[in-house]
């Protein structure tokens, strides 16, 4: 049986030895406050890595502190958060994984309480308990969010300056993939969807304009990395509500993104509008990657619900990405890669030797 779970992918420079990813998921756990990576993110990751992952892509971490959701999110803006990352990373290679990081700015979602642990999960934070005020496209809040700032000309370049400085402090901490977040949301969304960018200069208006940012953003970590690491971005390629952001406008977008060197786009989905009704089920984002994937040169990974080793084969099998992400699922079986390999009937190289005698019964039944 031909397994495409298991086959390695290259992209640029990088062979991943899986197409198991596991996505960026905000743990909220910088303790310090200060973005700075504790053993809880070695633990953390490395489980992953450990558990048969090909690539690991930690969490949102701001490239601004400003552009953090949480005061307890990760950060890339200085060499102290860079210093703690690299043992991640060196933990994430020992293991054979790929460490892949996404970089982010939260926009008008950002300076909010943590989802767990607090008195109003999500809210927005209150000056007296560490917030700051945000910013986006335009001063126009979500939800019930503190409305943001929107941002001039020189905050603008400010947000591009950030993201490739941040791209180099992750290449020297030694990541093989960089992921531009540009979804759920968070400001580079904020800049494509007509629904919270009202601007009226050349970052406003028709999509070619909405998409600027983002498209600045990708030039300048492209400029600031090796040539031959993979340049990532994650897309919501609908916001499931009428005259938001939706598939042919990302359709579009996509194709910028691989004129503007991205290598892989990774499809998500919703974010920025809080009334939308989204249909949440095993897949449901999947057809969003194929359309993509089909419409577009560009390679393209699935994430959404895509829970069982046989199921992500499945879509890979047929065509529909050349990734498959799979978060809560590797949080709740951090050997989801192990069980996918065994369960696929791939060898045991996945499984660290100390483990291996753990697995003999599932080995012998292989
Ligand atoms: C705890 C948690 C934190 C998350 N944080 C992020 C994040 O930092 N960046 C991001 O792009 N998506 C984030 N997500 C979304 C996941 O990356 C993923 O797209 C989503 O969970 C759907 O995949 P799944 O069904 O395999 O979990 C988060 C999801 C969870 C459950």
């Not at 901490?173 to 992921?179: R, S, T, V």
Request: a negative charge; aromatic letters at 6%.
């Amino acid at each position: 049986m031909t397994q495409h779970l298991l086959a390695p992918i290259t992209l640029r420079d990088l062979t991943v030895r899986n197409r198991i990813w596991v996505p960026p998921m905000c743990q909220y756990a910088a303790a310090g406050l200060d973005g700075i990576a504790t053993d809880y993110h070695l633990m953390h990751y490395g489980s992953f890595a450990r558990g048969g992952a090909g690539a690991v892509i930690l969490e949102a971490t701001g490239v601004l502190p400003e552009g953090r959701i949480s005061p307890q999110d990760l950060g890339l803006w200085d060499g102290a958060q860079r210093e703690a990352l690299r043992p991640v990373v060196d933990l994430l290679h020992s293991f054979g994984a790929a460490a892949g990081i996404q970089l982010a700015h939260a926009g008008r979602k950002a300076s909010t309480e943590p989802e767990w642990g607090t008195a109003h999960p999500g809210a927005s934070l209150t000056a007296a308990d560490g917030g700051w005020e945000t910013v986006g496209p335009s001063a126009i809040a979500y939800d019930a969010l503190t409305a943001p700032t929107a941002l001039d000309e020189a905050g603008i370049d400010e947000v591009v300056a950030a993201f490739a400085a941040s791209a180099v402090r992750a290449v020297d901490a030694g990541f093989d993939l960089l992921e531009v977040h540009a979804a759920h949301g968070y400001l580079l969304h904020e800049f494509l969807s007509p629904l919270s960018n009202h601007r009226t200069d050349s970052y406003g208006g028709d999509l070619a304009g909405r998409a600027r940012l983002l498209l600045r953003v990708v030039d300048a970590v492209r400029a600031a990395i090796p040539e031959g690491m993979p340049l990532l971005v994650r897309i919501s390629a609908t916001e499931w509500v009428e005259g938001g952001f939706d598939l042919a406008q990302a359709t579009e977008v996509v194709t910028w993104l691989g004129e503007h060197g991205v290598d892989m786009v990774d499809v998500s989905s919703g974010g920025n509008a809080a009334g939308a009704r989204i249909p949440v089920g095993p897949g449901y984002q999947t057809p969003l990657a194929a359309h993509l994937r089909e419409r577009t040169e560009m390679p393209v990974s699935a994430v959404g619900m895509l829970d069982t080793p046989f199921q992500a084969e499945h879509v890979l099998a047929t065509g529909q990405a050349d990734v498959v992400r799979v978060g809560r699922a590797f949080l709740r079986a951090p050997n989801w890669g192990i069980d996918a390999a065994l369960s696929l009937r791939g060898d045991n190289e996945i499984i660290p030797p100390p483990y291996r005698r753990a697995f003999r019964q599932q080995l012998r039944r292989g």
